[in-house]
């Protein structure tokens, strides 16, 4: 039986749990329609810190899903690093990306951070290049060793 789209997963991370969700949204501009993907997790229990909200908007030489040809969570650089976003092992490689660059799980606010300055990274460890995504061969599944993920 497929999962309903809008229950949030559970990802387990350097013995920390979180929530997360995908949502699509579209935004109207005087350059016209917008495409945006949000991907944001919530450390659990709720009371122990903020979410963090990775966006990825759609612009000059990069994609994100709006219909056919791509595939729903596809995200990236028309000529480069890509991930798809419904993966955990793609999530677990964003929240590593963002914890190296500061993001604290303990923080009481919404943090919110462009999707776009850790692509690269996340992509790289999740294909191989290094981190934990990366151990797990860049499966869905993270590195036993140190995280695991629940549907």
């Not at 929530?19 to 329609?33: M, Q």
Request: proline share 10%; with cysteine.
């Amino acid at each position: 039986m497929p999962r309903h789209p809008k229950k949030p997963r559970r990802l387990i991370a350097d013995g920390r749990a979180y929530l997360w969700t995908l949502r699509h949204s579209h935004s109207v501009a005087d350059s016209g329609r917008s495409c945006r993907e949000s991907l944001t997790l919530y450390p659990q229990p709720a009371s122990v810190g903020g979410p963090l909200r990775i966006v990825f908007t759609e612009g000059p030489g990069r994609y994100v899903p709006g219909g056919a040809p791509l595939g729903s969570g596809d995200v990236g650089y028309i000529r480069g690093a890509s991930l798809n976003l419904h993966e955990p092992g793609a999530v677990r490689a964003l929240l590593d990306a963002a914890s190296t660059r500061g993001w604290q799980p303990e923080g009481r606010r919404v943090v919110e951070i462009d999707g776009w300055t850790l692509l690269k990274a996340a992509a790289a460890a999740q294909s191989g290049s290094g981190g934990p995504a990366a151990r797990a061969g860049g499966r869905d599944v993270p590195a036993p060793e140190k995280s695991a993920w629940r549907p």
